[in-house]
């Protein structure tokens, strides 16, 4: 059981380039999100998705688009990378309602914009 | 207003001492707190949460205060170690909604030896 599963842990792009990150989750959880974490700035809200097929913007969603085809992915795409983009990227899952052992989340993507 | 405030930024204690951070919410519909812990380079992870039907939660070492006349909840780390030097998120949600979690800034806890 392999929990959350996050790739690539690091990765440096160029200003304008494009990439997806990678979420997978081995729980049938049904609800995912993608956080990111910006030091001392906590963790804000990208996206989430309820279940296949079904996303909805969190508290910062410009700049990124993500998808939900399946139970298990839930990839994040930036388009046309800025260096505010530069951050600690998290993906998480959990049930709802929210299990004792609340969100799983994964160990994190690492991405630098220059 | 979606918002959780945390205090201290910043927390250094003596091994042994007491650590204590707190956090106050906004929205009343807010019926799940949980605390997460996070390492360097690490993902966080579900410490200890609350829901607001009692007013303390306690697992080992740590314990949750909830107030929800005054919208305010807190952690306590009784006999803080080194091994406890990470960063502590609050979060709340409304359960009866969605189960989006809202985050606090973080306060980094440094355990000196």
New interface residues.
């Given amino acids: 059981n392999a929990g959350?599963t996050q790739t690539p842990k690091f990765r440096i792009l160029k200003i304008g380039q494009s990439m997806t990150l990678q979420c997978t989750q081995d729980m049938n959880h049904n609800?995912m999100?993608w956080?990111r974490q910006d030091p001392?700035?906590?963790?804000?809200?990208i996206y989430?998705s309820?279940g296949a097929g079904i996303t909805d913007k969190?508290e910062v969603p410009n700049g990124y688009n993500v998808s939900r085809s399946t139970t298990e992915d839930f990839p994040l795409r930036l388009e046309l990378a800025a260096p505010s983009q530069t951050s600690v990227y998290?993906c998480?899952s959990?049930y709802?309602?929210?299990p004792?052992?609340?969100?799983t989340?994964?160990?994190?993507t690492r991405l630098t914009v220059v | 207003q979606q918002q959780v405030k945390q205090s201290p930024q910043s927390l250094i204690v003596q091994k042994g001492g007491i650590s204590i951070i707190n956090c106050a919410y906004e929205n009343t519909a807010f019926d799940y707190f949980p605390w997460y812990q996070q390492f360097p380079g690490k993902g966080p992870a579900l410490l200890i949460a609350i829901r607001p039907d009692v007013s303390e939660k306690k697992e080992g070492r740590f314990t949750i205060s909830f107030n929800k006349s005054a919208k305010q909840f807190s952690l306590h780390i009784m006999d803080s170690q080194p091994g406890d030097s990470a960063t502590y998120f609050c979060a709340a949600s409304n359960q009866g909604g969605s189960v989006k979690l809202v985050f606090g800034k973080g306060t980094k806890l440094t355990v000196n030896p």
Avoid at chain 1, 40 to 45: I, N, T
Avoid at chain 1, 100 to 103: A, D, I, K, P, S
Avoid at chain 1, 105 to 108: M, T
């Fill in positions: 959350v609800y999100y956080y001392g700035m906590g963790l804000k809200l989430y309820v969190g998290f998480a959990s709802r309602p929210l004792n052992y609340g969100y989340f994964g160990s994190g």
